[in-house]
């Protein structure tokens, strides 16, 4: 059985009202670990598991952390995450909760990761956050959920980080007959690492990640996302973070559900009624979730930003 669960396929009014098309919301923020990661590294667990695995490693003080750690405990395989100094003490409690050896180590993620590869021993099994084929088809199902209800988007809209996501939705596209589906890549200022690629033509990697939407801040996409943009149907999209920010403030009012400004980097494209949604009568929107926002935090950006 999959670890995660399938979710809500909803129209929303408000949203529908704010973008002028039809927005339908793939609910993934109801996933029990709080994100849709756990839709990939929950297929890749039970992959490495069958495979013999003794423990799962991972060094996201993230989602992608965070879905492993639920993914072991329902496995019974132990997991130990590895995280900067910088992660927050939200994140910490959360993995904690999910009963995983946490070793918290470096200033920066790339020490926190450089620590968890020193780890790995021969039956240990490593969980990339974004760049892994079984993350991707994981993500699939998604779409697999969406496609069996047989309403077919005029597009997709999500946010991109590592650019996992963006994989997983256009594979689950491309195997149910939707691969024309244009897709609304959506980024924050200050961790464009997509957007920076596909203007540079080739993946360059970011000096610095300088959004607080810290689930969108890897340096570089991967390969497969990359070469997935270059194929004519993803339109890069940036937003602030002074947007995505209020985009999660408005979605808690619109339809009481929390989500990280992550994932209000998609709703932002929504409320703000952004002209690249134009050409569409229906729009598919990845509600990606994230579990490390408490209420205050939003208040706290809020206040910061204005
Ligand atoms: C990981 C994550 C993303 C970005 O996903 P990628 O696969 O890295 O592109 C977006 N939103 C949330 C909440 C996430 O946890």
């Known amino acids: 059985m999959a670890l995660h669960i399938p979710t809500p396929l909803m129209e929303s009014s ?49 989602n992608a952390g965070l879905a492993v750690a639920y993914a072991g405990r329902l496995l019974g395989v132990p997991v130990t995450v590895v995280v900067p100094a910088t992660t927050s003490q939200r994140a ?20 926190a990761n450089a620590m968890a590869q020193s780890l790995l021993q021969e039956t240990d099994a490593f969980l990339h956050p974004f760049d892994n084929p079984l993350l991707w088809s994981g993500h699939a199902s998604m779409i697999d959920e969406v496609a069996a209800t047989g309403n077919r988007p005029d597009a997709v809209l999500l946010s991109v980080g590592g650019g ?30 997509l957007h920076a690629a596909m203007q540079a033509g080739r993946r360059v990697e970011l000096e610095a990640v300088t959004s607080l939407a810290t689930s969108l801040g890897a340096r570089q996409v991967c390969e497969q996302a990359f070469a997935l943009s270059q194929g004519g149907k993803v339109h890069s999209v940036l937003v602030s973070d002074r947007q995505a920010v209020a985009a999660c403030s408005r979605f808690l009012d619109d339809h009481r559900l929390l989500v990280e400004p992550a994932c209000g980097a998609a709703l932002a494209v ?10 569409f009568r229906s729009v598919l929107l990845i509600v990606c979730g994230g579990a490390t926002a408490t209420a ?6 809020t206040a910061q930003l204005a």
């Open 270 to 279: 929504a409320y703000a009624r952004a002209p690249e949604l134009a050409a």
């Open 92 to 111: 910490i409690e959360l993995l904690q909760q999910e009963g995983a050896e946490l070793i918290v180590h470096g200033a920066s993620w790339q020490e």
């Open 164 to 193: 996992g996501l963006m994989s997983g939705v256009m594979e689950g596209l491309a195997r149910n007959g939707w691969g024309d589906v244009p897709v609304l890549a959506v980024e924050t200022q200050g961790a464009a690492s």
């Open 14 to 62: 408000p949203l529908s009202r704010a973008a002028g098309c039809a927005v339908w919301l793939k609910l993934e923020c109801m996933q029990p670990p709080g994100s849709f990661k756990i839709r990939g590294i929950g297929a890749a667990c039970e992959h490495y598991a069958r495979q013999g695995a003794k423990r799962f490693v991972s060094s996201s003080g993230g």
């Open 296 to 301: 205050d935090n939003l208040r706290q950006w």
